[in-house]
Structure formats: C-alpha cells, structure tokens
C-alpha cells in the first residue's frame, strides 16, 4: 500500500461517541475526510444532525445515551444493519465537572464513571465479538491529561480518564492477537467549549497551562482528528496498546 492510501479509512464505518461537538466532531470530520462512513452518536440529535448535515454523504446518526448501558447492542446492531459492521469505536463522549475533591459527593463521581468507564465499556463489549469475528477492527479512546498527571479540582474525571490507560492496556492484551487494536488519545489543552468552560473566570490556570506547555499554545481540535485517523488507518496496523498524547508537548514540559 502506497501513500495516500495508508492513511486511507475507505469502506471503514467508524461509530464516534460525542460525535456532535468539540473533539468529537473534529474526529468526525478527519475521518470522513479520510474516507469512512461515520455514524455520530450522542443525545442531542439537533447538534448530531448539525454535523451530518455538514458532512453531507457517508454521515449518520445515532442518538444513544452511554450512560444507558442495556441499549449497547441494540445501537450496534443497528448500525451493522442499516450501515454495515463497525469497523472503528471511538469512546469519545465525556463530561467534566471542576470541583474541589473534598467536596465531590459520591453520586457526582459515580455519574463520572458511569459516563467514561461503563458507558465505553459497555459499547466496547458490545462491538468487539463482531471485530474479533472478522479479525479486524481498531478502538480508539478518547484519554486526557489527567490520565498522566494530577491536576487538581477534577478528581472524579481524573479517576475516568485515568481508568483508561488501563483499559486500553487490559483490552489490547486481550484482542490484538485477533486483529482488533486497541488504543488512546491524550489530547493536551484544546480549544473547545469545554476547556474554556473550565479555565473560565481563573486566568492563573490558564497562565499555568501555557508555561508548561513547550509549543505555548492551545491546540486545535482538528489535532485529535487527524491523530484519530492515523490510529484507524492502516498505517498504525502494528500500533496496539498505546496512549498517545497530542499536547503540544505538555506532558513532558517542565
């Protein structure tokens, strides 16, 4: 295979979770562009139908809440019939919450855990019978910073994303010798609704993340698209159990 087909995600159906905004609709957009057919998933169908109204062909979707853990099969066996069989998960829909640790009850932290971990293992479950079958298949999460270092005010979420890098090393282990890889994205600090949502009103963190930051900037969301893209493609086929972090150097800045 020659470039650019190596990058090529042609014939792949990639499900996105979160699909509909912020960095899941930038690895909506990179994979489509790459070639595949991508089914957005989420709750709000207005901002899902948003972006596939932008994409125009070869972009479904799918409304699906992750925390409802009993309709993972049901949402893939709806895409293997009306679509075809997925060939690419991204565990990507999230949410986040700025708290002090001492102050996080337990029903703010389990609903974080349900939202990252059970909700994306669920889906996991629910596709990776079909990959191994066909021996073939990547899964892709989306990890974070906190999956690498403590940051604080965010102790549940940290918990989530943490629970990742295990995950991803735990499944690998299990599916690669199928063919079915299995690995993370640990975007940096990225432009989005989120992150400014989160540094609002608090010019010191945001002052904090720049000086630690090598490249001294936010990064784009299309950054994690195209990362996304490559991890799928058949340029990564030997690339299983990795956490790759797209942070413009943060994780090893001083």
């Known amino acids: 295979m020659t470039f650019p087909e ?27 562009a790459a070639g595949a057919h991508v089914v957005l998933a989420g709750r709000r169908e207005r901002e899902l139908a948003a972006t ?44 986040n919450m700025k708290k002090p640790a001492a102050e996080t009850t337990d029903a703010e932290f389990e609903n974080m855990l349900r939202t990252h971990v059970l909700g994306s293992h669920a889906l996991t479950r629910a596709v990776a019978p079909g990959m191994i079958e066909r021996k073939a298949g990547s899964i892709i999460f989306t990890a974070s910073m906190a999956s690498l270092f403590g940051l604080p005010g965010v102790i549940a979420y940290t918990a989530a994303k943490s629970a990742y890098v295990g995950m991803v090393k735990c499944y690998s282990t299990e599916f690669s010798p199928h063919g079915v890889r299995v690995n993370a994205i640990a975007p940096g600090w990225i432009d989005t609704v989120m992150s400014r949502k989160a540094l609002e009103g608090d010019p010191q963190r945001y002052q904090k993340i720049i000086s630690r930051t ?32 797209v942070d413009g150097g943060a994780s090893i800045g001083f």
């Open 52 to 95: 596939a109204a932008e994409l125009g062909e070869r972009a479904s979707i799918a409304v699906h809440d992750v925390t409802r853990l009993d309709t993972a099969p049901a949402l893939i066996e709806r895409v293997t019939r009306e679509i075809g069989p997925v060939t690419c998960l991204v565990n990507n829909a999230g949410i």
């Open 6 to 32: 190596i990058f090529s995600l042609r014939d792949q159906v990639a499900l996105i979770t979160g699909g509909g905004t912020g960095i899941g609709h930038a690895i909506a957009r990179a994979m489509h």
């Open 214 to 245: 090598p490249m001294a900037k936010f990064g784009d969301t299309a950054d994690i698209g195209w990362a996304a893209v490559y991890l799928a493609s058949p340029a990564a086929a030997f690339v299983t159990g990795v956490i790759l972090p």
